[in-house]
């Protein structure tokens, strides 16, 4: 296999930033809230193995031939209902989060230069980790934005960096952030925000924790993601107090006419206002930027849902984005899992120590 070119490179020569790196990996975002541009991003999203497990060819027949003609210009009207003056919510948010991990950690005394990239669309990962090459890093941590790990996503970047390696002469160090669901750190910020929610809004009658769906094969085919999106929503039910019946786990963005991962999050919200519930708050802690899934299935159409079937209020709860107390939970992530690599920035003050001590042994030779 032909390896691809390498940065030029001189002997003696040193990086001039950081030569360790976090690379902050979201799922993905098209271009434009187009149908071209839905059809590229889909083209590659879909032709995952990680993300639709059905035998290639059979799937190739019905991706390009019905859904591709299909689905761009529906999810293209979608994400024109949120999409914003900078672009993508998921990629401005990601964008934000990776210039603020980077602050938050440079705070910590860690030298470290933090990306971001897409598994699908731009910019890619493997185009980041080339960009981070000609800097000169040579560490690079790899913290894919999914809380709760799953083959469809978090493995899916791994296997996006593994065929960067393939195909890269000089591999950097590489090390892999799994999942975070029961960090107690992220589980104390999604209680915070919730906390603030009720504070400003007042508080609902039950909270709904809303993760992404999977089809419910997956997890008899040994994936833990169920298990971890219920660990975390019960861990946050515990953090904030909440009792047997004050909270509830469901799943949404349902594909295909296969069995899902159950509750259906838009289904349970109706039957609960069709029994009387009246008010409802929502959270999605399986995203950690606010993206299409949250802004228009969940706060427009599972909105529009609940009160069409007899809801008076529903609070929706906003990813973490740029929340501080986010930020200092993916920061102690970094954190923990950069030890053992050489990231301590030297203090300005130490510098000006080490050049005068310089100095002065010249002075004495």
Same mark, same amino acid.
């Given at each position: ?33 187009? =149908?071209?541009?839905?059809?590229? $991003? ?18 190739? #027949? ?16 979608? $994400? ?57 890093? +040579? ?9 709760? $790990? ?23 160090? #590489? ?20 906390? %603030? ?19 419910? +094969? ?9 298990? %971890? ?39 349970s919200l109706v039957k609960l206002a069709q029994g009387g519930l009246k008010t409802v708050d929502l ?24 009160? =069409? ?6 609070? $929706? ?16 992530? =970094?954190? +923990? ?23 002065? =042994?010249?002075? +004495?030779?």
């Amino acid at each position: 296999m032909p390896f691809l070119p390498e940065p030029s490179h001189r002997h003696g020569a040193t990086p001039s930033g950081p030569d360790t790196a976090v690379l902050l990996c979201n799922l993905g975002t098209p271009e434009a809230p187009t =149908a071209p541009a839905l059809r590229r $991003y889909l083209a590659q999203f879909l032709a995952d193995p990680r993300v639709v497990e059905i035998p290639k060819l059979v799937w190739a #027949l019905i991706l390009h031939g019905i859904i591709l003609r299909v689905r761009p210009a529906k999810s293209a009207a979608k $994400y024109a209902t949120v999409w914003t003056p900078e672009g993508s919510p998921l990629k401005v948010w990601t964008s934000k989060q990776a210039k603020l991990l980077q602050g938050y950690l440079g705070e910590r005394g860690l030298r470290v230069r933090v990306a971001f990239a897409m598994r699908y669309g731009e910019p890619s990962i493997a185009a980041t980790l080339d960009a981070l090459k000609r800097e000169g890093v +040579r560490r690079v941590l790899v913290l894919p934005a999914y809380p709760q $790990y799953s083959g469809a996503t978090t493995a899916s970047v791994i296997d996006d960096v593994a065929h960067w390696a393939l195909q890269t002469r000089h591999v950097p160090e #590489l090390r892999f952030i799994n999942c975070y669901h029961d960090d107690t750190a992220y589980i104390a910020a999604l209680a915070q925000t919730v906390r %603030e929610h009720w504070q400003r809004e007042g508080r609902g009658d039950k909270l709904v924790m809303s993760f992404h769906g999977m089809p419910e +094969r997956t997890l008899h085919l040994g994936d833990p993601y169920h298990c %971890e999106c219920l660990k975390t929503g019960r861990l946050l039910a515990e953090s904030l107090g909440l009792k047997d019946g004050e909270w509830l786990v469901t799943f949404q963005s349902r594909f295909g006419k296969a069995k899902w991962l159950e509750p259906y999050t838009e289904p349970s919200l109706v039957k609960l206002a069709q029994g009387g519930l009246k008010t409802v708050d929502l959270i999605c802690p399986g995203f950690s930027a606010d993206c299409l899934e949250t802004l228009e299935e969940i706060n427009q159409e599972a909105r529009a849902a609940f009160l =069409a079937a007899g809801g008076q209020r529903f609070g $929706y709860i906003p990813c973490l984005n740029d929340h501080p107390a986010g930020m200092r939970a993916l920061a102690t992530l =970094a954190e +923990r899992h950069l030890q053992g690599w050489p990231t301590d920035a030297p203090h300005p003050d130490t510098l000006a120590l080490q050049h005068q001590r310089a100095l002065a =042994a010249g002075a +004495r030779e």
